[in-house]
């Protein structure tokens, strides 16, 4: 069995919302495997977000484990993780989060200029399909080219983990399925090893794996039947 890149181990996450204790994670376990699409599943308040923002190092568990390759991140202070952050994991969130004032191209080399081995933002942005598009501001493009950008600039720094949050929750289908594909190919030709969390159970036919989320637990772990669909192929 090929090793894991990243390893969690009972998980569990505690907030604080006034008097109340909310519990956004029961003791979660996971493994994600070098160069797999993984989909996570589950209703809002599952815990999808909460356990992303964890394997990536943008919070804490309360208690619980997680392990980059041989690395416990679990007791790593703020530099550590934002190392961590900055050398291995590539975010795309709903929202694209661009700056208006600089172009496709300075967007992505935003993220290059602060990499240790990054790839030239045009070569990035050509990946997602925006080769013609290098020079435009983010208000000369749509919504899913702005969307492509943001993958562009996440996979740049050729990150291990590509961590993604509802990446087509703000998109109509026909421009879903073109972030898919991108976000698809960047998984088939760089082998990242990729997490996408959507409520659209249909987009779980392009995975490797789907993880179903429910009250902070993962309710089940499985395989699509058949074949791994392209994006291409969807419909939802």
Sequence with gaps: MPQPVLSARG??????????????????????????LVVLLGASGSGKSTLLNILGGLDVPTSGRVDYRGTDLTDADEDALTMYR???????????????????????ALVTEIADDPM?????????????????????????????????RAVAKRPDLLLCDEPTGALDFQTGVRVLSAIERVNR???TTTVIITHN???????????????????????????????????W
């Design 11 to 36: 998980l569990v996450k505690r907030y604080r919302m006034g008097e109340v204790e909310v519990v956004a994670l029961r003791g979660v376990d996971l493994d994600l495997v070098e160069g797999e």
């Design 120 to 152: 030239d933002p045009a070569e990035a942005l050509e990946l997602v399909g925006l080769g013609e598009r290098l020079d435009h501001f983010p208000a000369q493009l749509s919504g899913g080219e702005q969307q492509r950008v943001a993958v562009a």
């Design 86 to 108: 900055r050398r291995h994991v590539g975010f795309v969130f709903q929202f694209y989060n661009l700056l208006p004032s600089l172009t496709a191209r300075e967007n992505v």
């Design 201 to 235: 159970a249909p987009i779980a036919a392009i995975a490797n794996r789907v993880i179903t989320l429910a009250d902070g637990q993962i309710a089940s772990t499985q395989a699509p039947e058949g074949r791994r669909v392209s994006a291409e192929e969807l419909r």
């Design 189 to 191: 030709e760089l082998g």
